[in-house]
C-alpha cells in the first residue's frame, strides 16, 4: 500500500512525509476524529512481511504504549488497516539529540538539563519493567521548548519489575543475539548477555559524556574497535571543559563502569545525582588562560624571573583553590518513619528537630505521634483519634477530630486545640478542611466548608469553602476545595491553594488580610499538594506537577517569580518549614485503584491501569468499563479509557473525564474543559471504529456529569447556565440544545432503563427519585444522606445504593415501597494506606460491579540543605 498525501489509514489521514529510519517511515497525519494533527508511524512495504521485524515494530508500540510521561513521546492509538501495521503518537516540533550534538558540545547547563529529563524518562520506563536496549542521541528528541523526549522503544525488552508486581510479558530475544548501536551499548549487551536496566543507565553515560565533550566516549575506526574500546577502554578525561565540575565527571564516570554492580544501580539515582548538580557554576574549575606571547624577543633577566615566579605563584594559588574549595552542598535527607500506611498531616515542633505527625499505620485509624529525628521510634501522643492541622509557636496542637476523607485528597474534621503531649482536647469548629496558627499562637486560620463532611462533595453534592482568619472572618469563599492555608510569618497576608477545576489541580494565590485583596501569584499546576511560607516570608514553598515536568518543591515569590528548589526521586509533598529552612516532607506512593467484581460468583480482579484509574461505569452486559486515569501518568489532559473486563489491556479513546459508557458499549461521553474560556464541554468518543464528536452545550456555563439513557441516543447531563444554580438536562446526541428536566437546585444524572425516574439530590441535599414524565420529587424515607446510588437494576423496579464506611454494605431499595434489602459487603483485602472510598457502579444484572479506593503509602522525611 503506497502512502501518499491524502491516504486513509483508519481515521489518519496523511498530510506530508516526516522521515525514515531502520524502525518504519514516519508520516505527519490529521486524526479526524479528534481533528488533531499526529505522528503516524509504519514499517516500510518492502519490510512489512519480515516476521521479525513486524514482532520488533509491535514491540515497541506495546512497550511505548505502556507509558506516558513527560520525557517519553506519547504513544495514542495502535493499529493496523490493510495488512499496514501503524502506531500514532504525539507529533513533535523540533529535532533530534544527534542535531544538537552535530555542532560539538552543549553548553553545560544545557547538558545536564538534557541528562537530567532523559533519567527522568529511564526511570518511568524503568519503573514498568521496560529498559530501552537502544539509547542513544538519535532516540532522543528536543523540542522547541527544550523538552528532551525518548523515542523508538523497537529494542525494548520488558522484564519482571525489581517490586515482584509485574504482570509484564517478557520480550526476549534470543540469548546471544546483539541489538542496539555501537559506540552506546553496554558491555554486557556487547557480550550478548542478558541486560536489565543498568544497561541503559550505561548509554545514558556516554551521550552524558558526548553532551559535555563534543565527541563520543568510545570511538574506533570501525564498529570493531568500537566494541573493544567499550569493552576494555575507559573514555578520555573532559579536561578543563568550560562549566563541567569534577562532580560531573564522577556521575558520568559511574555510569560507565565496566561492571553493571558499579554503577548507578537505578535511572532515579542518575536524575537525582544531576538535579543536585544542576545549579552548581563550575567558575574555580575552568581553565587558567594562556597569557598571550609577548611581541619583544628578549626580556631582561629580572623581568624573566618576576613572570616566572608570577606564574609559580598563580599555578600554586590555582592549585590551592581547587584543593580548598568544597564540593558543592548536597541536600540531606534523614527518613523518619518506616511502618506501612499513611501519613496525613506533620508538623515540626517548636524546637525544630521534634515531629508531631498524624498517620494511620496498617489500615487502623488515624492517631497521633511524636518522633525526634535521631531515633525512628515514633510515640503515640495521648488524644482521641485526630489528624494534625498546625503547632503553634507555644506548642498548642490544632487537631482535627473525627477526621473524614472526603475523597482521595479532602480530609474534613472537627477542629479542636490540645496540648502538645497530649491530654483533653477542646473543641472549636466543624466542617474544617485546614488550619494554621498565627505566628504569635493566639489565632488560627482555617478553611471551612459548608457540607457535611460524611456526603461526598462533588456535582451533585457542591460545597462552598471559605477562608477565615482570625475564625468568623471571612477572606474568601468560593464553590470548590480550598487547601493548605499558611500564615505568613509577618501575619499581614494568608496563602491557600484554590482547585477550581476540582481534583488536585490548583493555584496558590494570597489574600491580604486588611484590604481582602487576593492575587493568583501561581497559576496552572497539576497534583498540587503542601504550602509552607519560606524563612523570610518573600517566598512560597509548594509541591506540584506542571505540564512537562516532574513533580517537585518549587517557590513562588509574592511578586510571581517562580523558580524550582528540590527535585526528589520520589513523589514528595511539603508538610512543613522552619524558620531555619529545614524542610519537612512526606514521599507518598499514590494510587486510586478500581476493583471489579461478581456479587455471586464472589470474585474480585484488579483493573487499575496507570497510577489514578477511576472506573466510572459499566456496559450494560458487565464486560467493558470506563474509566479516567487524571494521575501523573496520564498528563496533563488526563486520559479516556475503555477496559474490558476479562483483564484485557486497556485502550485510550481520547483527552479528558470519562463521564459514563453507553450500555451498548460504543462509545464513552467524556467531559473536557477549553481553558481558553474557562467553558467545560462534552464530547463522545467511539470504543471502536468511529470518529469522535463534540456536543453543543450551549447556554450551559460549566457541564459537571453526564449519564446515558438506555436508548443510547440521550445524555443525562448536570450543568448550570451563567448565574443560575445547577440542574439536569437532557441532551440529545442528534443536536439542539440542553432540555432542564429537573428544577434548579435539584441534580442527577442516573435515569432508570425505562426512561421513568432520575436518582437526584433535592435542594436540601436529600436523596430521592424525580419522575421524568412530571410530578413531584418523590423522597426515600429509608435512604441514608451519607448513602451513595450505585445503579439501577435492568427492570427500574429497584435500585442499589452503597454505605460511606468500610467494608461497603450494598443495599437494594424497591422504588414504589421503599423497603431495603441487603444484597453484599465489599471489603478491601489489604486496606493498608486506603484513604478514602470512591464510587461503587453495578451493571442492570445488580451482580458485576467497579468498586473504587485510594491508596496512599507514605514516609515522613527531614531535608535540609535547601536553599
Not at 466543624?430 to 456526603?455: F, I, K, M, Y
Not at 484485557?648 to 479513546?653: E, F, K, Q
Not at 479528558?656 to 460504543?666: E, F, L, Y
Request: glycine content about 10%; hydrophobic content about 40%.
Amino acid at each position: 500500500m503506497t502512502l501518499t498525501v491524502g491516504t486513509r489509514l483508519g481515521p489518519y489521514e496523511i498530510l506530508s512525509s516526516i522521515g525514515a529510519g531502520g524502525m518504519g517511515e514516519v508520516f505527519r497525519a490529521r486524526d479526524t476524529r479528534l481533528d488533531r494533527e499526529v505522528a503516524l508511524k509504519v514499517l516500510p512495504t518492502s519490510v512489512a512481511a519480515d516476521v521479525d521485524r513486524l514482532r520488533r515494530f509491535e514491540q515497541e508500540a506495546r512497550a511505548s504504549a505502556a507509558l506516558d510521561h513527560p520525557n517519553i513521546l506519547v504513544v495514542h492509538d495502535v493499529g493496523s488497516d490493510n495488512g499496514v501495521p501503524y502506531v500514532i503518537s504525539e507529533l513533535l516540533e523540533g529535532h533530534t539529540l544527534r542535531h544538537s550534538l552535530d555542532g560539538g558540545a552543549l553548553p553545560a547547563r544545557k547538558a545536564t538539563d538534557y541528562a537530567a529529563q532523559i533519567a527522568s524518562g529511564l526511570a518511568a520506563a524503568h519503573d514498568r519493567g521496560i529498559v530501552h536496549r537502544d539509547l542513544k542521541p538519535e532516540n532522543v528528541f528536543v523540542t522547541k521548548d527544550g523538552r528532551a523526549k525518548i523515542l523508538d522503544f523497537g529494542l525494548a525488552k520488558l522484564v519482571a519489575p525489581s517490586s515482584g508486581a509485574s504482570q509484564a510479558t517478557a520480550l526476549q530475544t534470543d540469548p546471544g543475539i546483539v541489538l542496539g548501536t555501537a559506540g552506546y551499548m553496554s558491555p554486557e549487551q556487547l557480550r550478548g548477555e542478558d541486560v536489565d536496566a543498568r544497561s541503559d543507565i550505561f548509554s545514558l553515560g556516554a551521550m552524558i559524556y558526548e553532551m559535555y565533550a563534543g565527541r563520543r566516549a568510545f570511538a574506533g575506526r570501525s564498529a570493531v574497535e568500537t566494541m573493544s574500546a567499550i569493552l576494555k577502554e575507559d573514555p578520555p578525561e573532559l579536561g578543563p571543559v568550560k562549566g563541567v565540575s569534577p562532580a560531573i565527571e564522577r556521575v558520568i564516570r559511574r555510569c560507565l563502569e565496566k561492571n553493571p554492580l558499579e554503577r548507578f544501580q537505578s535511572a532515579r539515582d542518575v536524575m537525582f545525582a544531576l538535579d543536585a548538580l544542576s545549579n552548581v557554576t563550575s567558575a574555580a574549575h575552568e581553565a587558567v588562560p594562556v597569557p598571550v606571547p609577548s611581541r619583544r624577543v628578549r626580556l631582561s633577566a629580572a623581568v624573566a624571573v618576576i613572570v616566572f615566579v608570577s606564574a609559580l605563584v598563580a599555578g600554586a594559588t590555582y592549585m590551592t583553590v581547587l584543593r580548598l574549595t568544597p564540593p558543592p552542598v548536597q541536600p540531606t535527607i534523614k527518613q523518619l518513619t518506616f511502618r506501612s500506611g499513611t501519613v496525613r498531616g506533620a508538623r515540626f515542633a517548636p524546637d525544630g528537630k521534634s515531629v508531631i505527625y498524624g498517620a494511620a499505620w496498617e489500615g487502623k485509624p488515624i492517631e497521633l505521634f511524636a518522633v525526634r529525628e535521631q531515633s525512628p521510634e515514633s510515640s503515640s501522643v495521648t488524644l482521641p483519634p485526630a489528624d494534625l492541622l498546625a503547632i503553634s509557636a507555644t506548642g498548642e496542637l490544632a487537631v482535627a477530630l473525627n477526621a473524614v476523607a472526603n475523597g482521595p485528597f479532602v480530609v474534613v474534621g472537627t477542629l479542636a486545640r490540645a496540648p502538645m503531649a497530649g491530654g483533653g482536647a477542646r473543641e472549636l469548629l466543624e466542617n474544617v478542611l485546614a488550619a494554621d496558627w498565627s505566628p504569635d499562637g493566639t489565632q488560627l486560620a482555617v478553611v471551612r466548608s459548608s457540607a457535611n463532611p460524611r456526603v461526598l462533595v462533588g456535582p451533585e453534592n457542591p460545597a462552598t469553602n471559605r477562608v477565615e482568619y482570625p475564625i468568623g472572618t471571612v477572606l474568601y469563599s468560593a464553590p470548590f476545595w480550598i487547601s493548605d492555608v499558611r500564615i505568613a510569618p509577618d501575619a499581614s497576608q494568608v496563602a491557600f491553594v484554590s482547585h477550581p477545576q476540582g481534583g488536585d489541580e490548583g493555584d496558590v494565590e494570597i489574600v491580604d488580610v486588611a484590604s481582602r485583596h487576593r492575587r493568583a501569584l501561581s497559576k496552572g499546576w497539576i497534583s498540587i499538594q503542601g504550602l509552607a511560607w519560606a524563612p523570610g516570608g518573600r517566598e512560597i514553598w509548594f509541591t506540584a506537577t506542571r505540564a512537562g515536568s516532574m513533580r517537585a518543591l518549587w517557590a513562588v515569590s509574592t511578586t510571581g517569580r517562580e523558580r524550582l528548589v528540590f527535585r526528589a526521586p520520589q513523589r514528595m509533598t511539603l508538610m512543613d518549614v522552619t524558620s531555619g529552612g529545614r524542610v519537612l516532607m512526606v514521599g507518598q506512593t499514590m494510587r486510586s485503584e478500581t476493583q471489579f467484581g461478581s456479587v455471586r460468583e464472589r470474585f474480585e480482579r484488579k483493573l487499575a491501569w496507570f497510577d489514578w484509574a477511576t472506573g466510572v461505569s459499566l456496559s450494560a452486559d458487565a464486560r467493558l468499563m470506563a474509566f479516567t486515569e487524571s494521575g501523573e501518568g496520564a498528563g496533563e489532559k488526563y486520559g479516556v479509557y475503555v477496559r474490558p473486563t476479562d483483564g484485557s489491556p486497556a485502550i485510550r479513546v481520547g483527552d479528558g473525564s470519562s463521564r459514563g459508557i453507553s450500555p451498548d458499549g460504543k462509545w464513552v461521553a467524556a467531559g473536557f474543559t477549553d481553558f481558553t474560556d474557562a467553558r467545560s464541554g462534552l464530547q463522545i468518543l467511539p470504543t471502536g471504529a468511529g470518529e469522535a464528536r463534540t456536543l453543543h452545550v450551549a447556554p450551559l456555563e460549566r457541564v459537571t456529569g453526564a449519564r446515558w439513557f438506555a436508548d443510547n441516543r440521550r445524555l443525562a447531563v448536570i450543568g448550570n447556565e451563567k448565574d443560575h444554580k445547577p440542574r439536569t438536562y437532557e441532551l440529545a446526541l442528534t443536536g439542539g440544545p440542553p432540555k432542564p428536566i429537573t428544577p434548579e437546585g435539584v441534580v442527577g444524572n442516573a435515569p432508570s432503563p425505562d426512561g421513568r425516574w432520575l436518582a437526584v439530590l433535592g435542594t436540601d441535599g436529600a436523596p430521592g427519585l424525580f419522575p421524568l414524565d412530571g410530578g413531584p420529587l418523590k423522597t426515600m424515607a429509608t435512604l441514608d444522606r451519607s448513602e451513595a446510588f450505585a445503579g439501577w437494576l435492568a427492570d427500574s423496579r429497584a435500585f442499589l445504593v452503597r454505605s460511606a464506611g468500610t467494608p461497603v454494605q450494598i443495599a437494594q431499595v424497591d422504588v414504589q415501597s421503599g423497603a431495603r434489602t441487603p444484597v453484599a459487603s465489599i471489603a478491601i483485602s489489604d486496606p493498608s494506606g486506603v484513604v478514602s472510598l470512591g464510587a461503587a457502579v453495578f451493571a442492570p444484572d445488580g451482580d458485576h460491579y467497579v468498586f473504587n479506593y485510594f491508596r496512599v503509602l507514605s514516609e515522613l522525611y527531614i531535608v535540609d540543605g535547601l536553599k
